[in-house]
């Protein structure tokens, strides 16, 4: 629509039949200050898209007036060959009666001029950070920052008394050469279970390698963010940065499903990598294309062209699926020994009855409760960049809060884990992954609290909104507990190997 330095002044875009109910759903629009966000370059713009007349203070006393603009004005900068700013303005002059129930006929219009500005290229986006440095938002950063440090305190608190009171104790008991005080030992007496290979191995091993590969995708869109090759603004660019590093960390689902697969089985590993390319792949193109077709179906620029869809598929086999394999293969061919033994027996000693904070949802739970909690504060200002009118412009604050969930996980895995095995309870594999995961379900539950507060309805805005929220709360559902598997992992293998052999 607007040609790049080609002035042009009420231009004719289309021309629109309005029906009654149309009419209606303007009006209401316009009584709720409603306005219109569209891009050009990857640069946000705004638009209100009526007034409202007031006439109460008249003599006759009507009722107020609606008007729909029709004509709207663009300004756009340029440095050379590059666009660096541009605006939308509504004409209130050039407007339409929409008061009355009655079909219209209405043509929209459109001007657009051209100015140079010296402004650098890398300068465009920083009329955006100002917005978000303004008082009221540094002061919600720097609370949600404090909020954060003051559970991480009170974690690691919790874990050096952990170490110091109970940890230490087992171990200098257990060293002491008193056999009767060792068999009073809890975590000591499961040794022999502790690495036993959990259920549904093959299932399992594709959630660390799809976890291993999703943060892998995030740090590196961190990384690009940082060296300024993408911009967060930059909602185009991000969607294609996203595609083709997902593709490309495909080799590191394969390593790590079938290394991890490979020191339990020497066989098998195949379905492990199998799973792993489809784990997250499978339900997101699934949701992706169920929401295009919804798209599609009301007309909305939302909707891809099936060929897109169509070109992405075909990347994602003639690439992703052979790096896939290739990760797989050398995982298998390369991986790692296991250093502690390991039995494949089906039955394991009885676990004896636990408290709450020992059973499943209990510790599923606190462990998504706490991380939740030192991050909502900017959850919202990310739900409200997706999904409002807010720009996340500070890579750099969601760097840290995402490195804060992260260790807040990772500690929370140790204590629940130590917790889990002073009773005895020797199956901590799943359940140290489904505790990081939780994470990633407060997430989606909070989508529900953020929805009913804002103004979003239809049934379009809402099977987007959560289908895309329920992706995303995925992926970080396999990210979280990946990350809690292998700092629970790491935590068990360095206290049992603590244990003397007897």
């Known amino acids: 629509m607007l040609k790049f330095k080609l002035d042009n002044t009420d231009a004719a875009l289309c021309q629109k039949k309005i029906n009654q109910n149309d009419i209606a759903k303007f009006r209401n629009a316009i009584a709720m200050d409603y306005y219109f966000q569209m891009y050009y370059d990857d640069l946000p713009l705004w638009g209100f898209i009526g007034k409202v007349e007031d006439n109460s203070w008249s003599m006759d006393g009507k009722a107020p007036t609606y008007f729909l603009f029709k004509h709207i004005q663009f300004n756009a900068l340029h440095n050379n060959n590059q666009i660096i700013e541009i605006h939308a303005f509504s004409d209130p002059n050039s407007a339409v009666d929409i008061t009355d129930d009655v079909d219209l006929d209405i043509t929209f219009t459109y001007s657009v001029f051209w100015n140079e500005t010296s402004t650098p290229f890398k300068s465009r986006m920083n009329r955006y950070l100002r917005a978000s440095l303004l008082p ?6 720097w609370f949600s920052c404090v909020n954060s440090v003051v559970i991480i305190v009170l ?8 170490f110091m009171q109970n940890l230490r104790n ?3 008991r257990n060293t002491g050469g008193d056999e009767e005080e060792n068999k009073e030992i809890g975590w000591k007496c499961i040794q022999n279970d502790i690495f036993r290979c959990p259920l549904s191995m093959p299932l ?3 959630a660390l390698g799809t976890g291993a590969q999703l943060l892998t995708l995030v740090l590196v869109l961190f990384a690009l963010a940082f060296t ?11 969607s294609t940065s996203i595609i083709i590093v997902y593709t490309l960390t495909s080799a590191v689902a394969g390593y790590t499903s079938a290394s991890f697969y490979s020191q339990f089985a020497k066989t098998g590993w195949e379905r492990s990598v199998f799973l792993a390319g489809t784990l997250f792949f499978g339900p997101f193109i699934f949701i992706a294309f169920t929401l295009n077709l919804v798209a599609a179906y009301f007309g909305t620029t939302a909707a891809l062209p099936f060929g897109t869809i169509f070109v992405l598929v075909i ?7 052979p790096l896939l394999a290739l990760g797989g293969l050398r995982g298998c061919n390369f991986r790692p020994e296991f250093q502690e033994s390991h039995t494949n027996r089906k039955f394991s000693r009885e676990v004896p009855p636990s408290t709450w904070y020992c059973r499943i949802p209990g510790q599923m739970f606190i462990a998504g409760l706490l991380p939740f909690s030192a991050i909502v504060m900017e959850l919202h200002q990310l739900y409200a960049s997706i999904w409002g009118y807010k720009i996340f412009t500070l890579p750099g604050i969601l760097f840290i809060t995402f490195m804060i969930l992260v260790l807040v996980t990772a500690v929370l895995s140790i204590l629940l884990t130590y917790f889990q095995l002073t009773v005895e309870d020797p199956d901590w594999w799943w359940r140290s992954f489904l505790r990081g995961g939780s994470v990633g379900i407060f997430m989606f539950l909070y989508s529900f609290y953020f929805y009913s507060k804002s103004s979003m309805s239809g049934f379009m805005q809402t099977v987007f909104y ?5 992706s995303m709360c995925y992926a970080f559902f396999l990210m979280l507990g990946t990350v809690s598997f292998y700092t629970s992992l790491t935590f068990v293998r360095r206290i049992y190997h603590a244990v003397k052999s007897e």
């Open 170 to 172: 087992d171990l200098r």
């Open 204 to 206: 399992f091993c594709a």
């Open 155 to 162: 974690l690691f608190g919790l874990l050096a008394f952990l």
């Open 228 to 238: 300024g090759i993408l911009y967060p603004q930059s909602r185009g660019a991000l």
């Open 315 to 321: 990347v994602h086999m003639v690439i992703g699926i």
């Open 466 to 470: 959560f289908g895309y929220s329920a």
């Open 136 to 141: 009221v938002h540094q002061k919600i950063h």
